[in-house]
């Protein structure tokens, strides 16, 4: 069996059929991580015993004839801003290198509930902020289509794990298009999931008004599946959302003819890579063809959104990091005689240049005489980003842009230029900021045969027409 | 040396002290406001902690409805308008008991606002103070610096507070002494005990009061600079430090410096105040809305559902007491010291057959004795049911005045309750016929007005004559027969 193509649905297949079984599968993919990720860097930790001991357990359900879980002998790898009991989570992150959680998040729970084998955590951004996972605190992760470049970010470990057939899906995190964006650069889709959708507890927080779960697969119906078991109200996050949850299985089957697009023409300005530009608008002529209504549309505030998300993003990640002192766990600097300066210097020995660099930037939009001038202000050009979006979604179903500016960039190539680095989010944090969901979808690569995502973004809620866009979208493309 | 106090009372009198309170109280929740760790109070340290309150990466709030609830029949009892919109945030700073490096409070729009209670003025009357908020929020930890062996350069973290739901209740500037201050806080803990929402033991931590305080010359409108008085444990410490602040800031203005505005901690074994160091409390605490919790909602059905839960507050039962029992206002305010002693009063004044009796036992007989042992009204021998049953012998005349403050003295020495002393001691009852009728006689012959009364058909006159009779015998003749015999002879 070719386990680098495996998909859920295939996966799921081989196990029901008895082609391998969960522990042999598992164990396949732990051989290909042993070969491929020494290149890649996708994982930070692998949870080899979990992992088989889950399968055992799966097995020993198969051999009895008993019904199995949906997910049964699935591996799947997670981002390591999840929590897991007793298995290291570090957010990237140096300060928390040997931080071991004592529960387990929520939808890593939920998918072993199902009968998902973990196989591992994966690589990220530091805290998840970043574009391109150079921002790790261990390592960075190098793109499996072309190594001297990046995977994108924040979920780069997931997205690598991913399209290098280390993992057959993953679960990542998307707090300004952490998860989008690395999809479209690694060639697999990502989904973004309604902000409410899916439970943030367990999730290392970043920004906790724009932190996403969501997941990163191979195909669009692999991505409906994990959805579907990761989605729907947790009692343990207030902010998730009391709505019922869609087969979303079935949501991809119903058709598309008729369906309205908006094209909004903010996101195909300047910096926008000619070769992107051809793609998806090439995209868009297709998903014409196949019945949708295309509408030329205008997201006015849109050249606000970066700005906007990082006053937003840094103030609530400045108060969520302050935990982070050394005091209960995590790094604690050996150099330090009073509390101040273990305060001081565990945070600055134990933190990276960017996650520095954006709790300055939080506290200082938070600080007395700025917080009117910058959180304040910030705080409103969101609600006119979602009235934005809010009045689009009254004349369209859905959205259709790029994911990114560009194809993935070189390692280093953006390391010193923190604002360039920002603005390969330009399109995606405007989903973040007015919580909607939003996917994106492979639609053709470059000259050089760097993968190009189209990005898919509907109303709040209703991730069932954007996947099912993108699902037929998927299978139009592929023939 | 008189002369130079009456100087420094006249300096004092130009000046108006101006004194703002907030006070925390601990909300008697079983659980914790943002997770279901018990907040039972004396537990081994950090036997009451989960990824939630620790501040686990990851883990999120949960509001407690309970502490919702209890929060918002405090603020009505405190007369607050409910917000039935309010907003948690976080106030951010740094410090080993608060394990997020941020406390989640409410900021701009707490639960409640626009309050008052009043308090006895100075002068006689009442007066209103107001209450500006009342707004729930989560305890900090404990650092506990000593009682280990290497507390010498360690310091240990209790963190079972956690987490423990709080209201702050903060004052207007409305205080003009600290005597109002300490009636403030006095009738505040009243109003909250009433509610049942908290213990306010301030010894336990669950009550707690920092002080604002300024002077400014009489008649200036506008404030003089505050300082703020911390580490405060008991009302009488509180009314102190206001004192000692009053003085040290009116020497300062006097002498022609000026007040620094700084937080200050009360050392109660010196009676002094001193200034922390003005570094550790530069705070800015950047509040800014939790964004892990939603807006809290409390609707005009849960309102209406919080209110129905109001007993009967303590001016609106001493207002009562004095219509129902035809008492004076300091009487009933020595029978509702507290709670339990209001209780028991009205319960013995119930049952009793004249309340008004009761109430003169009580403040008379009974508080003075408890007060000469040392005790509180709980730890009386005389039960409030002794008190009553007392009360109507001496109603029916069966036993004199001061036969009764000898059977009290007697409860008191042996530590027994009433009716077990009233059975060993009551006088030998007078129950030769004889005797009995030569007193009634004596009666009869001595009041002939009111025979001739009762012949002619006021039969309400018999009380009279039983009292009169029984006042002849000094208590000590049978009731029984006595009423009997009169009926024959006034017949
Ligand atoms: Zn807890």
């Known amino acids: 069996m070719d386990i680098s193509t495996l998909t859920i649905a295939s996966a799921r297949a081989a196990i029901l059929e008895r082609r391998t079984s969960a522990v042999a599968l598992a164990e396949s993919f732990y051989q290909k991580i042993e070969a491929a990720d020494k290149q890649i860097g996708a994982f930070l930790t692998l949870t080899r015993e979990r992992a088989l001991a889950k399968a055992a357990q799966i097995d020993a359900i198969a051999d009895k004839g008993d019904p199995l879980p949906p997910l049964a002998g699935v591996p799947i790898a997670i981002k390591d801003v999840m929590v897991m009991r007793g298995v290291r989570s570090t957010a990237g992150s140096k300060i928390l290198s040997n931080f071991v959680a004592p529960y387990d998040c929520t939808a890593v729970a939920r998918l072993e509930a199902a009968g998902a084998v973990v196989l591992g955590k994966t690589n990220c951004d530091e805290f998840a902020m970043g574009s391109s996972n150079e921002n790790s605190g261990y390592y960075p992760v190098h793109n499996p289509r072309d190594l001297s470049r990046v995977p994108g970010g924040s979920s780069g470990g997931s997205a690598a794990a991913v399209a290098a057939g280390m993992s057959v899906a993953a679960l990542g995190s998307d707090t300004g298009g952490s998860i989008r964006q690395p999809a479209s650069f690694c060639g697999v889709v990502g989904l973004m999931p309604t902000y409410g959708r899916v439970s943030r507890y367990g999730l290392i927080a970043f920004a906790s008004s724009l932190d996403h779960i969501g997941p990163l697969t191979k195909t669009v119906n692999d991505a409906a599946i994990l959805l579907k078991h990761i989605a729907g109200r947790d009692p343990l996050d207030s902010t998730s959302a009391e709505v019922p949850v869609p087969d979303y299985e079935r949501e991809i089957e119903k058709p598309v003819r008729g369906l309205r697009l908006g094209v909004p023409r903010e996101y195909f300005g300047e910096g926008l890579d000619p070769e992107v530009r051809a793609a998806v608008e090439a995209a868009i002529q297709k998903m014409a063809q196949i019945g949708c209504e295309v509408v030329p549309i205008s997201l006015p505030h849109t050249r606000y959104a970066v700005p906007t998300y990082y006053v937003i993003a840094t103030a609530e990640a400045s108060s969520n990091l302050a935990r982070f002192d050394g005091v209960r766990y995590g790094y604690r600097s050996p150099q330090a005689g009073t509390l101040s300066e273990m305060y001081r210097r565990s945070r600055d020995q134990g933190f990276g240049a960017e996650a520095k660099r954006r709790i300055m930037l939080g506290t200082y939009v938070l600080s007395a005489g700025y917080y009117d001038a910058y959180y304040l202000k910030a705080q409103r050009v969101r609600a006119l980003l979602t009235r934005d979006f809010e009045a689009a979604f009254q004349r369209v179903d859905a959205i259709v842009t790029p994911t990114s500016p560009t194809p993935a960039f070189k390692l280093g190539e953006k390391c010193d230029d923190p604002l360039a680095m920002y603005l390969a989010d330009i399109y995606t944090v405007t989903a973040d900021l007015a919580g909607v969901p939003g996917v994106s979808v492979p639609c053709g690569e470059s000259k050089e045969g760097l993968p190009i995502g189209l990005q898919i973004l509907g109303r709040h809620f209703d991730e069932g027409t954007v996947i099912r866009l993108a699902h037929v979208y998927e299978r139009a493309r592929s023939g | 040396m008189a002369t130079s106090q009456d100087t420094r009372a006249a300096v004092r009198a130009h000046y108006e002290p101006v004194i703002g309170l907030e006070v925390h109280v601990h909300l008697l929740t079983a659980s914790k406001i943002f997770c279901s760790c018990s907040t039972r109070f004396g537990d081994p340290p950090n036997a009451n902690v989960c990824p939630v309150c620790l501040g686990l990466p990851g883990a999120l709030p949960v509001l407690n409805q309970q502490a919702v609830q209890f929060a918002t029949l405090a603020a009505m009892a405190l007369n607050c308008r409910i917000n039935e919109r309010s907003i948690f945030a976080r106030k951010n700073y740094f410090y080993p008991d608060l394990p997020k490096g941020y406390q989640v409070s409410q900021y701009d729009k707490p639960l409640a606002e626009f309050g008052w209670i009043e308090v006895p003025a100075t002068g006689g009357g009442a007066k209103k103070i107001g209450i500006t908020r009342v707004h729930l929020e989560e305890d900090a930890g404990k650092s506990l610096h000593e009682g280990f062996p290497d507390s010498y350069d360690h310091t240990y973290l209790d963190l079972n507070r956690c987490g423990v739901p709080l209201i702050e209740i903060v004052s207007e500037p409305d205080l003009r002494s600290p005597e109002e201050a300490y009636e403030y806080l006095t009738r505040l803990k009243e109003i909250i005990l009433y509610t049942g929402v908290s213990d306010c033991n301030m010894e336990e931590g669950s009550l707690r009061c920092d002080a604002n305080i300024s002077v ?161 009204i709980e730890q009386s021998p005389i039960s409030m049911k002794g008190v009553a049953m007392s009360a109507d012998l001496v109603e029916s005349g069966a036993i004199s005045g001061k036969i009764l403050k000898d059977l009290y003295d007697k409860a008191f020495e042996r530590k027994e309750d009433f009716p077990a002393i009233y059975e060993k001691e009551k006088p030998r009852q007078i129950t030769d016929t004889a005797a009995i009728e030569k007193m009634i006689d004596e009666v009869i012959a001595a009041n002939p007005k009111q025979v001739e009364q009762y012949r002619a058909g006021k039969t309400t006159m018999k009380g009279f004559f039983v009292g009169q009779v029984m006042k002849a015998s000094k208590g000590q003749a049978n009731p029984a027969l006595v009423n009997e015999l009169l009926d024959k002879k006034l017949s």
Not at chain 2, 306 to 314: D, G, N, S, T, Y
Not at chain 2, 327 to 348: C, I, N
């Open chain 2, 216 to 376: 400014r010359p009489a008649g200036q409108r506008e404030f003089g600079t505050k300082t703020e008085i911390k580490n405060v444990n008991s009302f009488r410490f509180i009314r102190q430090a206001l004192e000692y602040e009053i003085e040290r800031h009116i020497t300062v203005i006097e002498s022609g410096g000026r007040i620094v505005q700084e937080t200050r901690l009360f050392n109660s074994n010196e009676g002094k105040t001193y200034g922390m160091r003005s570094k550790e409390e530069a705070h800015d605490y950047r509040y800014f809305p939790e964004p892990d919790l939603l807006p809290l909602v409390v609707d005009a059905a849960w309102q209406r559902q919080i209110r129905a839960l109001l007993p009967e507050l303590p001016a609106a039962r001493r207002a009562r007491m004095m219509r129902e029992y035809s008492l004076t206002e300091d009487d009933v305010y020595t029978l509702t010291r507290t709670q339990g002693m209001a209780d028991q009063f009205e319960e013995a004044a119930r049952a009793a057959k004249n309340p008004k009796r009761v109430a003169n036992l009580v403040i008379g007989d009974l508080l003075g004795r408890l007060k000469a042992q040392g005790l509180e």
